[in-house]
Every structure is written in structure tokens, then in C-alpha cells.
């Protein structure tokens, strides 16, 4: 996989149906999405919109049905289960609604494991992982298991796990939706500084004040994407 | 170059790490873990302790033929239409060829033996001459044995075991009672000893037998006079194919060479179809005790199969981070190893120590038998990648975003 593409993002006319019983329903009607690297997007919607659907053709976990989708120079249309796994590994970083650890490990061994699976030697994988764990505020918590951490500290700790196979994309689902007030705004600084250090976001979230951290916003509606307008009070 | 070699160590270290991850896995279900480990543990216990005593009794027995079958070789004669068997001056005539130590025929009728009011038939009456005593020094606890001058005058006496005694004799000295052999009054001139072990021949043969007459005697009482079937002893194994040659040659000069007269079998050929027959037991035996093992793989495969889908979410999550179908596979296909694995190596150490005790118990040598090591621990291998196989695929084969989506 080569970067055949000189385009960092680009969706055309995606189109996702699925066949529902005897009824086909088509999800997404032919999105269109243009993304610079750096960017950061909200991608706002209701529920029954599309916009998990649209998150899992963009973090690479499902293909549309029909339409061009380039990720960082890869056409991502053809691609089979294996060279998608791969995509997944080096380009985008996954942040969960539940921050999803898996609970026999401890915090520094979540976040090692997408380097695991990318087969990066043991000692650089641990080097890699305590820094970013200490980039996300963790320095003093890298050995607890995911039951000694409160909800804001599992979620920074996906983040990490997120960021440490420094991705092309950080791709977060209701990053904040299990989180109070307060620890979700601060995850939300947390996403500004990334952002700042250069980092491309993408951001699911039915939450309009949610939404409004980030620099772009585009509604999704039923299964249709409209640009909103600039938002500049981020 | 460099990108191989990338790949061949991150493919080393994922291992490792899936080794791990799967050790973390099996250790936190450790109930459900150890009860699946039991059915490979029990059926690998099963094959080795059942070859390894198979094994072990078959040494015995080839020992006991060593010690007692070597030098001795049976002959049975069907002879011609002129002599059909040989006589006594035959056996004189045998005993004295070169190497040959002696003889003893193999003589035996079914019998009714009465005393007073004590009656018992379908006994059977073995037929033995001076010599066999010779051969078996130990065999009279009381009493005498036979002579020649009995073969000569078929001498109405017998030896009796100590089993005959209780019936007949209870509480009586038996020597010099007399008992009714199929209605001959027969002296009892001695007792056999209890510790007289029946000689593998005569197991062989089948000729075991608790009244013991001179075998002129049973040949009158059968009304024969020729003997179809001997022992022959030899004074060195090592010249058994001589002694072979020898008898064989007046054999034929004894039945005018023709065909099929007489069969000489010497104590190497039967302990070689004994060797088979213990072999195939073994072979048997494992066969069945394999069925255990197989069940085994199913419990390995229910247990990972309820494995996967309980952990449905964690297969999702490593996807959605960068797993490839191939990795996952990989990490379930370790745990099922590992899980048989561990079955087959406490199999083995339980096998070796049941098979120990039971050769303890049975009285034959234990030997632990390297290749039965192998065939527990080889077969375990293979039952767990075997069974382990779909479950590893099913998991493999799982959307991430189903996954997920039970969140």
C-alpha cells in the first residue's frame, strides 16, 4: 500500500445500505467529506442519523457500499480484512464512548497493545507508551489496573493508546458521554492541546456543546452531511 | 531486508506477548480452565498408563520365557498311516540324540475320580514320566515321585495337588489312600507342591492339571500306546537350529519323509506371537484410551468457543486498534495449545505414577516407556490446535463493528 493518492481525506459520494430483513435501508446517502491534516471536526448528529455508521467507514472498521474514501494516500474501497487491520494500526487512533480497557491489564499494557500488533520491540513499545502516558496527565498512575482509575482516567488512558502509534487520525466516539461535567471538559482541553501539537480529530457526538470544541462542525442528518457554520469560539 | 526482518521479530514479540496474554486468560478462569485440563489429563493419563502396563507385563512374560522356555522345544506328531505318534522307545531314542537332555511326553484324558461318597468327573489326568521331575525338582511336596520302573509296568499311582486333597482326602494323610480313577483303584504315592509354578509350556499347551499318573498309564487308560506330543530338552540354547536339524532328521527317518508328519515348534516362535499378540493388546488398549482424549478436544473447543464469545468485545477492541484476523487467531490458537498442553503434561507425570503403582500391584517391571512420553504429550499437541482451530477462526472472523457494538 503505497500512498497512491496525494490527498490526506477524501470521501466522495459514500453510500452505506444494509439489507434489513427483506427491506434494504440505505444509512448514508452519498457523503462527501474533504479533511486537511491538522483539522479538527465535530461530526454532529442525532441518534439514527448515520453518524456510527459514518465513524466506522472512517476509522477503517466497515467499507461503503459504494463511493471513494482515501486515507492518507490509501484508497480505502478494496482493501481486505488484513490490509484493513493495518490501516487501522498505523493510521487511526480509536477513542471510545467506554474507554474500553481491557481490565486484567494494567495502564501502561493498554496502552502498549497497539504496538503489539504492530510488532514493535518490547522495550521501544514500553518507551513509547509511558510517554504518551505521561503526555496525557498518567505519569503517577502507569501501573494502576483499570479498576483503581476513575472514569476521566480511563478515558486519558485511551487516549494514549490512542496516540501512541501516532496515528494520521484520532478518531473519537462520545469521547465525553460517560464522563461528568467537569472531567469531560477537561478531556476536551485535553483534545485542544493535541490539536495544537498538530494532531487531526475527528469527533462523533449528538452533543452540540460537545461539538463546539472543535474548530469545524458538520451536521449529519439522516444519512446526509451539511457543513454548519464556521465555529470560532472553539 | 530490513522490513523482513521487522516483520519476523514483531511477529516473535506478538507471540510472546500472546503467550502471556493466554497464561493471564487461563489463569483467570482457573475453574474452568483446570475442569477442561481434567479431560485431556485423564485421557493421557489413560494411553500411557495403559501402554506403559501392557509394556510392562509383556517384559515379564518374555522374562519368564527366557528363564524357563529357553532350551526346550515341544514336538507334536500326527506320524503315518504306519505309526501314528511315537512310542517309548522313540523317546529313549530322542532323549539320546546329541544336545538333548531328556524328555517328557505331554499326556493327558478327562477323568472321573471317586472315594467313598466324594465323586467328581471332567478331571483331567496329565500323564508325565521320570524325567518331567527332573526338569521340575520342586514339584512333589510329599511323598515320591515317579520312576522308571512305573512307565515300565504302568503302575497304578498318581500325584494329586492340594486341591484334590481337600475334596477327597479331608483330614486324611493321602499317601497310600487309593482312589477311584475311572474305576481303577489308583495309589496316591505323593502330594504336589502348592509353589509349583505350572511351567509356561504347560500353559501353553493347556495340560495343567491337579493328578499327575506315569504317562504309560493315561496311555493305557485312553487305550493308546503312542505319544503325539513331547518336550525336548536341550542342554545349551544355543543350539537349538542343530538340535533341530537332528530331531528333524530322525523324524523323518522315523516316518519314511513324508510330508506333514510332525511339527517342531521351539519356545522363540511362540514368544514371538506372544510379543505380537501383547503388542497388538497395547496398540487396542491406546486406541480406546485415544477416545478419552478426543473428548477431551471437544471440552477444549466448548470452553474457547464459550471463551470467544464471552469475550466478543475485547476481539472487537484489539481489531479496531490494529489486530489483524491473523493475530487474533493466532493468540486463541496458543490458549487452546497451552490449555492441552498443560492436560497432557500432568497426563503424563499421573500416567507414569498409575503405571508404577500397577506394575507395583501386578508384580511386573515398570519401564518408563519414552515413546508412550511422546504419544501423550504429541497427541495433546495435536488435540488442542486441532479442536482449538475453529473456535481461533470464529474469533478471527468477528466483525469489530458487531463487536463493538455490544458496548
Known sequence: MSN??????????????????????????????????????????????????????????????SGEY????????????????????????????NSQMLPKLDAMKNVELPLIYAGVRPRERARRAEEMLVKVGLADRIHHKPNMLSGGQQQRVAIARALVTRPTLLLADEPTGALDQHTGSQIMDLFQELNDDGHTIIMITHDLKVARHARRVVNIIDGELTEAEEVTFA | MKRFFHKLFGGFYMFTESVGMSIANITQNRLRSFLTILGIMIGVTAVIALITTVSGVSTSISDSFTSMGAGTMTVSVTGNDMQAGLTSANLDEIAALDHITGVTPSVSATVSVARGDAYE?????????????????????????????DMDTMARVCLIDTDIVDEFFYGVDPVGQNLYISNLSITVVGVLSDTSDESISEMVSGSSSGILAPYTTVLKLNNETLVTSITVYIDDADASDTVQTTLGAY??????????????????????????????????????????????????????????????????????????????????????????????????VLGIALSAILCQVMGTTFTISTSAIALGVGFSAAVGILFGWSPARKASNLSPIDALRRM
Open chain 1, 4 to 65: 497512491d493518492y496525494e490527498v490526506f481525506f477524501r470521501m466522495r459520494d459514500i453510500i452505506k445500505k444494509y439489507q434489513l430483513g427483506e427491506e434494504e435501508a440505505t444509512i448514508l446517502k452519498g457523503i462527501c467529506l474533504d479533511i486537511e491534516e491538522g483539522e479538527y471536526l465535530s461530526v454532529l448528529g442525532p441518534s439514527g442519523s448515520g453518524k456510527s455508521t459514518l465513524m466506522n467507514i472512517i476509522g477503517c472498521l466497515d467499507k461503503p457500499t
Open chain 1, 70 to 97: 482515501i486515507l492518507h494516500g490509501s484508497l480505502i474501497d478494496d482493501l481486505d480484512e488484513k490490509e484493513l487491520a493495518q490501516i487501522r494500526s498505523r493510521e487511526v487512533g480509536f477513542i471510545f464512548q
Open chain 2, 251 to 348: 523324524l523323518d527317518a522315523l516316518f519314511s519323509y513324508e510330508d506333514d508328519t510332525y511339527e517342531i515348534t521351539t519356545m522363540d516362535s511362540i514368544q514371538e506371537t506372544m510379543d505380537s499378540m501383547l503388542s497388538m493388546m497395547s496398540a487396542l488398549l491406546g486406541g480406546i484410551a485415544s477416545i478419552s482424549l478426543i473428548v477431551g478436544g471437544i471440552g477444549i473447543m466448548n470452553m474457547m468457543l464459550t471463551s470467544v464469545t464471552e469475550r466478543t468485545v475485547e476481539i472487537g477492541l484489539k481489531k479496531a486498534i490494529g489486530a489483524e484476523p491473523s493475530q487474533i487467531q493466532i493468540q486463541f490458537l496458543i490458549e487452546a495449545f497451552l490449555l492441552s498442553m498443560i492436560g497432557g503434561v500432568m497426563g503424563v
Open chain 2, 121 to 149: 468327573s471332567d478331571i483331567t489326568l496329565a500323564g508325565k514320566n521320570d524325567y518331567y521331575f527332573i526338569t521340575a525338582p520342586d514339584a512333589v511336596a510329599r511323598g515320591r515321585t515317579f520312576n522308571p520302573l
